[in-house]
């Protein structure tokens, strides 16, 4: 179980329940509960980093992995509350050719519904965005760079640890390669 915030869910409601059923001894509910969650909530690609001292991506799905100009991707991340945040931070997706950012999407996480500054320690979210590719993108490899930032101030999140190759403030989640036109 985990409540559905637009394209996205998060685990609390979920964890809440699994805990209930353990002081009720229903052991076995709460068992499959959480595996439950642990699947819905374990990414296809691991890649985790971690994002000042609160968030940490735990991983990512993107789809198709060779989009053309004007399709639309699929973007799903995992992430993880490490600690309550009292800031709502908005994600940064970058599509980088030759060090250039070509085009790049910002968005609040669930689609503003369920904002960092609601996000509980150790609750795990999965997001899922759809952008659209420009019509005039020109074919070629593109690094997806990936990095959480505070629309009120334009301050981004250091990224503190990472698994992935990082800039500072944001890190590399794949290279993806745009066809030409169909």
Request: proline share 9%; charged share 30%.
């Amino acid at each position: 179980m985990s409540e559905r915030a637009g394209n996205g869910q998060h685990s609390a409601p979920g964890t809440r329940l699994a805990a209930a059923y353990r002081r009720q001894g229903e052991a076995e509910k709460a068992e499959r509960l959480e595996q439950r969650l642990a699947d819905d909530y374990t990414p296809p690609v691991r890649a985790e980093a971690r994002f000042g001292a609160g968030v940490r991506l735990l991983g990512y799905a993107l789809g198709p992995p060779e989009p053309r100009p004007g399709s639309e991707v699929e973007l799903v991340y995992y992430w993880q509350a490490l600690r309550p945040m009292a800031e709502d931070y908005s994600v940064f997706v970058h599509f980088v050719r030759d060090g250039t950012t070509r085009f790049q999407h910002d968005h609040e996480p669930l689609h503003g519904r369920y904002p960092t500054s609601r996000w509980q320690d150790g609750e795990r979210l999965r997001e899922r965005y759809r952008v659209r590719l420009p019509r005039d993108l020109p074919p070629g490899e593109y690094e997806v760079r990936l990095g959480l930032w505070d629309p009120r101030t334009g301050k981004r999140l250091r990224v503190e640890e990472s698994a992935l190759p990082h800039l500072g403030d944001r890190v590399r989640l794949v290279t993806v390669r745009l066809l030409p036109p169909a």
